[in-house]
């Protein structure tokens, strides 16, 4: 039986966790889950950060969940940039702070558009960290920086890999 891995969101002053999110919408409030349409990120401003883990449910038969990896795929709309603190190097771990959309130290990496080829998001503040029982992987916080030319609409897929050792 393999391992049960979810990907939650945390929200909000004293830190709400939303566990299996349907999706990474990001937008102009701090909301998981967020209908992107109804949340417009305002052309030359900055979207809410979000704050997302892997979280192991279940070892199954598992005996180690590591190698965690984030990425998006498809084009963002005009001169937008998403960043993040992932990293395949220099990795510094986050901690949970209410989100904002302003500029946040060390959440400054361009989002790779293409699977990194080593992990980029560690556990317990090491890239080669690892989990062997229930548990979180660190934060991955990220955030979408548009430009004042920008239009509204653009759509990408985030990608969240990970190994599992039997």
Same mark, same amino acid.
């Given at each position: ?8 969101? #945390? ?5 709400? $966790?939303?566990?299996? $999110?349907?999706? #990474?919408?990001?937008? #102009?409030?701090?909301?998981?889950? =967020? ?7 305002? +052309? %030359? ?31 963002? %709309? ?25 500029? $946040? /130290? ?10 990194? +080829?080593?992990?980029? =998001?560690?556990?317990?503040?090491? =890239?080669?960290?690892?989990?062997? *029982? ?11 920086? /548009?430009? %004042? *030319?920008?239009? *509204?609409? *653009? ?12």
């Amino acid at each position: 039986m393999a391992a049960v891995v979810e990907i939650c969101e #945390s929200n909000g002053a004293g830190e709400t $966790i939303t566990h299996d $999110i349907a999706n #990474s919408n990001m937008g #102009s409030v701090d909301a998981a889950e =967020l209908v992107a349409v109804d949340n417009p990120i305002v +052309a %030359g401003d900055r979207s809410f950060a979000k704050y997302q883990r892997f979280h192991v449910t279940s070892m199954g038969g598992s005996s180690k969940i590591d190698n965690l990896k984030v990425w998006r795929t498809g084009a963002l %709309g005009g001169a937008a940039t998403h960043v993040g603190n992932q990293r395949t190097s220099g990795y510094v771990q986050k901690t949970y702070a209410t989100p904002v959309a302003t500029s $946040i /130290t060390n959440v400054d990496q361009a989002m790779p558009t293409s699977e990194p +080829a080593s992990q980029n =998001l560690g556990i317990a503040g090491s =890239l080669t960290g690892d989990l062997t *029982a229930t548990g979180y992987s660190d934060y991955f916080v990220h955030q979408i920086i /548009t430009n %004042g *030319a920008d239009t *509204a609409g *653009a759509s990408t897929t985030m990608n969240y890999q990970y190994d599992e050792t039997a």
